[in-house]
């Protein structure tokens, strides 16, 4: 199977860009998350792949295959490509079987061949004892695994979801995104995954890629991504964590350990002629510790498995941490940062 590549894709509605000069390769049966806010051009990113839209600029290809430019577009039924909505898009007058074997019928495939096909994807849903059930007369989250269902029968070599789980609750999107896990793995398709959640985008991809205002700001894997964002929109948009304001020494590199932290958040800021730099601190990296820093604690809320803190510095600003012990508000404790990343 081929990388997909998108060379410097625009497009424009009405003049107005909705997605700007992107570039990005997919790998070959990668799963790559596309995160950011609402309006980023997220969906317009996927319709151009999927062949809905055309690029004002900019070429799209699948391998050695072009699949549009400005000029040229391949009609989406030639793409080999299976996109899932939000909306699931069931038929609901046929059966669960009848909508995953109806992309096959169009193909012209029929009988033994088709049934086989059908049963083998509903299976790798977990959904084999529903084939004769009408949509109607499934859960969310069990529609949903027929549209994946749908789209694996036909052995795409491109699956496109666009937010696929956004009306679901919590309990069951983390029990599909089981399912994706598995749906990816099995059906080895390059997948390209639209969300604005970036903690299903962290526990589903193996790239995830940061758009915001029709532009990728940042591509890399989850881990490479939480550890090391580039600015402040994607330190902002991954993971949790504080984004403080901070004079740091000349020679600082963007790894900043404890010593170094330690003048540099000491009371109102040891550090007096370095220039200002925004650093993330995660929460997980402020711990309470007899040698540390005295912050002051706003607000204790109980998270289930650990409390999440809201510190205030000596000069105002805010940090969050994890306990696992509450902390009354208005407690002056010593807290040490262990890590930060200079954005
Ligand atoms: N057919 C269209 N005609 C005009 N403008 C459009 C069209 N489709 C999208 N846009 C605009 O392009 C921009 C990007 O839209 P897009 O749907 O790609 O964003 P998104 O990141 O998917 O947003 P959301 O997360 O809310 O779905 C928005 O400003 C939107 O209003």
Redesign the pocket.
Known sequence: MAQLILNHVTKN??GRP?VSDVTLTVRKQGFLALL?P????????LRMVAGFEQPTDGSIEFGERRLADAVFSLPPEKRNMAMVFQSYALWPHMSVAENVGYPLKVRGVSGEACRRRVTEALALVKLQDFAERRPTALSGGQRQRVALARCLVTEPDVVLLD?PLANLDQHLRKAMEETFRVFHERSGATMIY?T?DQAEAMALATDVAV?AEGRILQVAPPAEIYARPEGRVVGGLIGRGSILRLRLPENAGRQLDWPLLRQALGDGGQVRAGPLADVLIRPEHVHRAADGIAMRTVSCVFEGERFALDLTLSDGQRLKAYSSVAMAEGTLAPFVVSGGWRL
């Open positions: 509605f009405g909705a950011g609402s309006g980023c051009g997220k969906t317009t990113v937010e639209v604005h758009m």
